[in-house]
């Protein structure tokens, strides 16, 4: 006798409680759909007489939608957690409906990345289908016809605010979450989404300046210094060099001491797009993380690859557009690759000399990264001829970086397989950035989750609830602090904790790692144990 | 090389399994009926939630075991020879060792009421209870109405469990409010206001008289000594547990209430140990009660035997009392010592604070003539356990305490803090012009 028959596989909304939707949930998701059938239907070209009005119509559906569903979820509850059923949810529990969606997402970034035809995305002449539905608000804001990605932006942050919405409702008693939420939303609507379009407005024929979504960064944003935008930023005058210079910044600096203030969260849950969704529209999917080891040991090993493979493409791509001769400009393909090879060999001796006990026998890992990285550089000096990098062009790195990890990765398993594997996958698995900022958080961040003392039960809600598959309990049963590199700072495994255990904090790095021989709760004479020792 | 044989795979068992093997190579077998592998107890609530799945409830990867080398004996001891050194098991014959732990829990009450044996009623202590519970109440439809026995952790447990399901519930305490045997009385009108703001029909004063039964031998109605007969499908008995000991009546090992144990943890024969919930301290120590079945103790105590069995003898010490849990939606933290009007101490004063709309309170326990700060008990507001503890082996007086206060928070960044309002209410009770200190991590986290 298990829980498994209550598992709802079939294709019924109306299952047992918890799991049954109410006639107020019902009639939301209607409006919702309908929303999204307004959407669907103008793929087939229909041409709706009034464009503006069908999208607005479509939109408020959908918004409306989504906020009358919480309303129905929780606004008759008191103030607390809301896990109730969550297993037992098709949609959120693997059931079929959360295959469904996932085959639906799964095609939808299929088609978005590789075939916007379809969409109605036209090379020349009139937007048709979907596209052409979103060209008015397209050009209220940049002045220019819809493109897929102003309609994948658009329903992107009509996502991040619906479901931020509520998921405030949700954690209506967390204030941390609901800052949290609200700064992701406006982050979202800001500057992913209105600012850019806006600074669209300002180009001219000699005035140019990419598409830039500013908190957007490197390694994250993999394309921003790809020769198009360099030489775009370049010939916008002083304001196109400060986007340039920022960008550069971006990562050398503003994130290394706010990551050292606050840990990487006040990137990862606060500011950035994709932890946006996953927060927001992906919340219902956050258990669905694999907690094991052996998860974890693939997680390090990919992550980490990506970071390797980021850092050679880029450097492969900027190398290869810039020139040899100084007189011409300061920094030539040799200044740049010692520069980088500098760089590199700084950050790699002060972690070997300061931090090599913290890593144990990470550092040898770290250590053949770098050392592949370091041959790599030295190879496009010696080997490089002809825009060649070994035996690949610069540009087939770029275009395969793209495709693999920009499309595949980021966007078709990072958010297609939320209902499968869980609402972070990209975050944990493919995100270089997460994994620069995760090296430091892991090395040297006032950030920490305080266990308290010996008031663990071991009862799993943390572990469970953690979206970056962290065993929480394993730290927090022994009374150790969790300092994780992956630890996105969300904060749901404190909220979710039933004995006040967890508190994530800023403190300073000594003791911030903290392996305790005995836990709170037994008085013994701690000289005369570790003399046993 | 030893061979060790633990009875019982709960916290105590497994803590006590997890520290030998950290300190010595002999061959240990953990022995349970209950399941394979070791699993949170107090978790088992959040399966029939649906907030985790019940693999969830288990803190090590199934690897762990082997990797360890500790053997997992899936099996009922139904008897102990001391003699020869054996326990009896249903299905695997015997098992010979060296040392014994029995680490066997508790199990749930029942007082002897006309019809508790009948279908649909039920404890939830073990993951059968769990499995039973889905059969008896999978839904609304099947399970019309439950009724809970017993104003306790488990019964409250119980009810937040049904009403996830929205099962009607009808809640009896024998108390006039819930669990003042040990909150004392804000806290417990809080707790019982927060149950019926759940919709649950609590019923105080209020004892089971009788479980009556429908022609197929399953419950059918309770009637209570207030002479109502109340219709229900499920009938859930939470009047507390009592050690699991029943299959060592005749092994010769000293039992009480418990199996009796020294502060070693040694029972009266040589190489039997018993922590855990089943063991009972032959002299209580300090406030405690001699028998103590709380998780926290069960690992101390697993903890302590561990060096004791590999031949350094270490008392069972425990520190400065803690404890919490959760009332539904509230969350409830005690350390040191806050006693109920019931059994307060002579010397005991209690400060008392209660928030004005939100489900928080504050109890204060301090020693009437010299001020020592004796217990804290906090509702809705997360406490430091690093820092109270402090407090509490340091004896500081109450004022210090409260000049000090926000040291002792530990409720997520951002939440809204209730300090100053605390102490301007302790302040106008005591006439005392105390200003709560801005917390410092000095004082928090002191080096050396």
Same mark, same amino acid.
């Given at each position: 006798m298990n829980t498994e028959h209550l598992k709802n596989n079939s294709m019924s909304?109306?299952?047992?409680?918890?799991?049954?939707?109410?006639?107020?949930?019902?009639?939301?998701?209607?409006?919702?759909?309908?929303?999204?059938?307004i959407l669907a239907i103008s793929l087939f070209n229909v041409s709706f007489p009034n464009k503006s009005l069908w999208l607005s119509i479509s939109l408020l559906a959908i918004l409306v939608g989504i906020f009358w569903f919480s309303f129905a979820v929780y606004g008759d509850k008191t103030k607390g957690i809301k896990n109730d059923g969550v297993w037992f949810k098709s949609i959120s529990g693997r059931g079929l409906w959360a295959w469904l969606l996932g085959i639906g997402l799964t095609i939808f970034y299929v088609v978005l990345y590789f075939y916007p035809q379809y969409l109605g995305l036209a090379k020349e002449g009139e937007n048709s289908g979907v596209i052409a539905l979103f060209d008015p608000l397209s050009k209220l804001l940049g002045g220019v016809p819809a493109s897929q990605w102003f309609v994948y932006g658009t329903l992107y942050t009509l996502a991040i605010l619906g479901f931020g919405i509520k998921f405030i409702w949700k954690y209506r008693h967390n204030r941390y979450e609901i800052l949290r939420t609200i700064s992701v939303m406006f982050f979202q609507t800001s500057f992913a989404f209105i600012i850019p379009e806006l600074m669209l407005r300002l180009n001219s024929e000699n005035f140019s300046l990419p598409?830039?979504?500013?908190?957007?960064?490197?390694?994250?944003?993999?394309?921003?210094?790809?020769?198009?935008?360099?030489?775009?930023?370049?010939?916008?005058?002083?304001?196109?060099?400060?986007?340039?210079?920022?960008?550069?910044?971006?990562?050398?600096?503003?994130?290394?001491?706010?990551?050292?203030?606050?840990?990487?969260?006040?990137?990862?849950?606060?500011?950035?797009?994709?932890?946006?969704?996953?927060?927001?529209a992906g919340d219902p999917f956050r258990h669905l993380s694999d907690k094991s080891v052996f998860a974890w040991r693939v997680e390090r090993w990919v992550v980490h690859s990506v970071v390797v493979f980021v850092t050679l493409m880029t450097t492969a791509v900027i190398y290869s557009y810039l020139g040899n001769d100084t007189s011409k400009y300061w920094l030539t393909k040799n200044t740049f690759l010692i520069g980088v090879a500098t760089i590199l060999t700084l950050v790699f001796a002060w972690v070997m000399i300061y931090k090599?006990?913290?890593?144990?026998?990470?550092?040898?890992?770290?250590?053949?990264?770098?050392?592949?990285?370091?041959?790599?550089?030295?190879?496009?000096?010696?080997?490089?001829?002809?825009?060649?990098?070994?035996?690949?062009?610069?540009?087939?790195?770029?275009?395969?970086?793209?495709?693999?990890?920009?499309?595949?990765f980021s966007g078709v398993i990072g958010v297609g397989f939320y209902p499968i594997f869980g609402n972070r996958v990209w975050c944990r698995f493919g995100c270089p950035m997460a994994a620069i900022l995760g090296f430091q958080q892991r090395l040297f961040s006032r950030f920490r989750i305080t266990t308290n003392g010996g008031q663990c039960i071991s009862c799993g809600n943390c572990s469970t609830y953690c979206e970056m598959g962290i065993d929480v309990r394993a730290y927090a049963q022994k009374g150790e602090n969790i300092v994780r590199s992956s630890c996105v700072g969300c904060g749901i495994c404190a909220a979710v904790c039933p004995r006040g255990v967890l508190k994530l904090e800023n403190g300073p790095l000594e003791g911030r790692i903290n392996p305790t021989e005995v836990l709170l709760g037994n008085d013994v004479d701690l000289m005369e144990l570790a003399k046993r020792k | 090389m030893n061979h060790i044989v633990i009875i019982g795979n709960g916290i105590a068992g497994v803590t006590a399994a997890r520290h030998i093997r950290k300190k010595s190579s002999d061959k240990i077998t953990l022995v349970s009926s209950e399941?394979?592998?070791?699993?949170?107890?107090?978790a088992l609530m959040y399966v029939y939630m649906g907030h985790m799945e019940f693999g969830h409830l288990k803190p090590y990867e199934d690897w762990f075991w082997k990797k360890n080398d500790i053997d997992l004996l899936q099996d009922y001891v139904t008897a102990v020879d001391t003699d020869n050194k054996k326990v009896f098991l249903k299905t695997f014959n015997s098992l010979e060792y060296d040392k014994l732990i029995i680490a066997t829990g508790s199990k749930s009450n029942k007082f002897g009421w006309p019809g508790q044996d009948l279908d649909g009623v039920q404890g939830l202590y073990s993951k059968q209870d769990l499995d039973l519970l889905e059969t008896n109440a999978p839904n609304k439809n099947i399970c019309r109405r439950a009724v809970i026995v017993g104003g306790g952790l488990i019964g409250i447990e119980l009810v937040e469990m049904l009403r996830s399901r929205e099962i009607p519930v009808t809640m009896l305490v024998r108390e006039k409010s819930f669990w003042n045997v040990v909150l004392p009385k804000g806290e417990s009108q809080m707790i019982n206001e927060h149950i019926r703001e759940h919709h649950i029909d609590l019923r105080l004063d209020t004892n089971l008289v009788e479980i009556l039964a429908d022609e197929n031998g399953r419950v059918r109605a309770v009637t209570t000594d207030k002479s109502e007969t109340i219709e229900c499908n499920l009938v859930g008995l939470a009047p507390g547990v009592s050690p699991n000991i029943e299959f060592l009546k005749d092994s010769g090992i000293d039992l009480g209430k418990g199996v009796l144990v020294n502060r070693y943890l040694e029972t009266n024969i040589p190489d039997i140990y018993a922590i855990g919930d089943c063991a009972e301290q032959r002299e209580a120590i300090g406030n405690r009660k001699s028998v103590e079945a709380v998780w926290y103790t069960g690992r101390m105590m697993g903890e302590a035997v561990a060096h004791t069995v590999c031949g350094h003898k270490m008392p069972y010490n425990p520190g400065n009392w803690f404890n919490s849990a959760k009332f539904l939606d509230i969350e409830y933290q005690t350390y040191g010592w806050v006693f109920p009007e019931s059994d307060k101490k002579g010397y005991e004063a209690h400060?008392?604070?209660?928030?004005? *709309?939100?489900?928080?309170?504050?109890?204060?326990?301090?020693?009437?003539?010299? *001020?020592?700060?004796?217990?804290?008990n906090t509702f809705g507001i997360r406490l430091r356990h690093q820092v109270v503890d402090r407090w509490l082996t340091e004896e500081i007086k109450i004022h210090l305490a409260m000049e000090h206060l926000r040291d002792a928070n530990f409720d997520p960044e951002f939440y809204r803090n209730y300090e100053s309002e605390i102490v301007a209410a302790f302040n106008s009770e005591f006439g005392t012009h105390i200003e709560p200190k801005r917390n410092n991590r000095k004082r928090i986290l002191p080096r050396g």
């Amino acid at each position: 006798m298990n829980t498994e028959h209550l598992k709802n596989n079939s294709m019924s909304l109306a299952g047992e409680p918890p799991k049954a939707l109410n006639t107020g949930q019902k009639l939301a998701l209607v409006l919702g759909m309908v929303g999204l059938a307004i959407l669907a239907i103008s793929l087939f070209n229909v041409s709706f007489p009034n464009k503006s009005l069908w999208l607005s119509i479509s939109l408020l559906a959908i918004l409306v939608g989504i906020f009358w569903f919480s309303f129905a979820v929780y606004g008759d509850k008191t103030k607390g957690i809301k896990n109730d059923g969550v297993w037992f949810k098709s949609i959120s529990g693997r059931g079929l409906w959360a295959w469904l969606l996932g085959i639906g997402l799964t095609i939808f970034y299929v088609v978005l990345y590789f075939y916007p035809q379809y969409l109605g995305l036209a090379k020349e002449g009139e937007n048709s289908g979907v596209i052409a539905l979103f060209d008015p608000l397209s050009k209220l804001l940049g002045g220019v016809p819809a493109s897929q990605w102003f309609v994948y932006g658009t329903l992107y942050t009509l996502a991040i605010l619906g479901f931020g919405i509520k998921f405030i409702w949700k954690y209506r008693h967390n204030r941390y979450e609901i800052l949290r939420t609200i700064s992701v939303m406006f982050f979202q609507t800001s500057f992913a989404f209105i600012i850019p379009e806006l600074m669209l407005r300002l180009n001219s024929e000699n005035f140019s300046l990419p598409y830039y979504d500013l908190k957007n960064i490197w390694p994250l944003n993999y394309y921003n210094f790809e020769r198009y935008r360099v030489d775009s930023f370049i010939s916008s005058g002083d304001i196109g060099l400060a986007f340039l210079i920022f960008g550069v910044l971006s990562i050398f600096v503003i994130t290394p001491i706010l990551t050292y203030k606050y840990g990487k969260r006040w990137y990862c849950s606060w500011v950035c797009g994709c932890g946006g969704l996953a927060e927001t529209a992906g919340d219902p999917f956050r258990h669905l993380s694999d907690k094991s080891v052996f998860a974890w040991r693939v997680e390090r090993w990919v992550v980490h690859s990506v970071v390797v493979f980021v850092t050679l493409m880029t450097t492969a791509v900027i190398y290869s557009y810039l020139g040899n001769d100084t007189s011409k400009y300061w920094l030539t393909k040799n200044t740049f690759l010692i520069g980088v090879a500098t760089i590199l060999t700084l950050v790699f001796a002060w972690v070997m000399i300061y931090k090599r006990k913290e890593l144990q026998k990470d550092a040898k890992y770290g250590a053949i990264g770098y050392f592949v990285i370091i041959m790599v550089l030295i190879g496009l000096h010696y080997l490089s001829r002809n825009g060649h990098v070994f035996l690949f062009r610069a540009e087939t790195l770029r275009s395969s970086y793209a495709f693999l990890i920009g499309a595949i990765f980021s966007g078709v398993i990072g958010v297609g397989f939320y209902p499968i594997f869980g609402n972070r996958v990209w975050c944990r698995f493919g995100c270089p950035m997460a994994a620069i900022l995760g090296f430091q958080q892991r090395l040297f961040s006032r950030f920490r989750i305080t266990t308290n003392g010996g008031q663990c039960i071991s009862c799993g809600n943390c572990s469970t609830y953690c979206e970056m598959g962290i065993d929480v309990r394993a730290y927090a049963q022994k009374g150790e602090n969790i300092v994780r590199s992956s630890c996105v700072g969300c904060g749901i495994c404190a909220a979710v904790c039933p004995r006040g255990v967890l508190k994530l904090e800023n403190g300073p790095l000594e003791g911030r790692i903290n392996p305790t021989e005995v836990l709170l709760g037994n008085d013994v004479d701690l000289m005369e144990l570790a003399k046993r020792k | 090389m030893n061979h060790i044989v633990i009875i019982g795979n709960g916290i105590a068992g497994v803590t006590a399994a997890r520290h030998i093997r950290k300190k010595s190579s002999d061959k240990i077998t953990l022995v349970s009926s209950e399941t394979e592998h070791f699993f949170s107890r107090t978790a088992l609530m959040y399966v029939y939630m649906g907030h985790m799945e019940f693999g969830h409830l288990k803190p090590y990867e199934d690897w762990f075991w082997k990797k360890n080398d500790i053997d997992l004996l899936q099996d009922y001891v139904t008897a102990v020879d001391t003699d020869n050194k054996k326990v009896f098991l249903k299905t695997f014959n015997s098992l010979e060792y060296d040392k014994l732990i029995i680490a066997t829990g508790s199990k749930s009450n029942k007082f002897g009421w006309p019809g508790q044996d009948l279908d649909g009623v039920q404890g939830l202590y073990s993951k059968q209870d769990l499995d039973l519970l889905e059969t008896n109440a999978p839904n609304k439809n099947i399970c019309r109405r439950a009724v809970i026995v017993g104003g306790g952790l488990i019964g409250i447990e119980l009810v937040e469990m049904l009403r996830s399901r929205e099962i009607p519930v009808t809640m009896l305490v024998r108390e006039k409010s819930f669990w003042n045997v040990v909150l004392p009385k804000g806290e417990s009108q809080m707790i019982n206001e927060h149950i019926r703001e759940h919709h649950i029909d609590l019923r105080l004063d209020t004892n089971l008289v009788e479980i009556l039964a429908d022609e197929n031998g399953r419950v059918r109605a309770v009637t209570t000594d207030k002479s109502e007969t109340i219709e229900c499908n499920l009938v859930g008995l939470a009047p507390g547990v009592s050690p699991n000991i029943e299959f060592l009546k005749d092994s010769g090992i000293d039992l009480g209430k418990g199996v009796l144990v020294n502060r070693y943890l040694e029972t009266n024969i040589p190489d039997i140990y018993a922590i855990g919930d089943c063991a009972e301290q032959r002299e209580a120590i300090g406030n405690r009660k001699s028998v103590e079945a709380v998780w926290y103790t069960g690992r101390m105590m697993g903890e302590a035997v561990a060096h004791t069995v590999c031949g350094h003898k270490m008392p069972y010490n425990p520190g400065n009392w803690f404890n919490s849990a959760k009332f539904l939606d509230i969350e409830y933290q005690t350390y040191g010592w806050v006693f109920p009007e019931s059994d307060k101490k002579g010397y005991e004063a209690h400060f008392h604070w209660r928030h004005p *709309k939100e489900r928080m309170c504050v109890t204060i326990a301090y020693h009437k003539d010299n *001020k020592q700060l004796l217990g804290i008990n906090t509702f809705g507001i997360r406490l430091r356990h690093q820092v109270v503890d402090r407090w509490l082996t340091e004896e500081i007086k109450i004022h210090l305490a409260m000049e000090h206060l926000r040291d002792a928070n530990f409720d997520p960044e951002f939440y809204r803090n209730y300090e100053s309002e605390i102490v301007a209410a302790f302040n106008s009770e005591f006439g005392t012009h105390i200003e709560p200190k801005r917390n410092n991590r000095k004082r928090i986290l002191p080096r050396g």
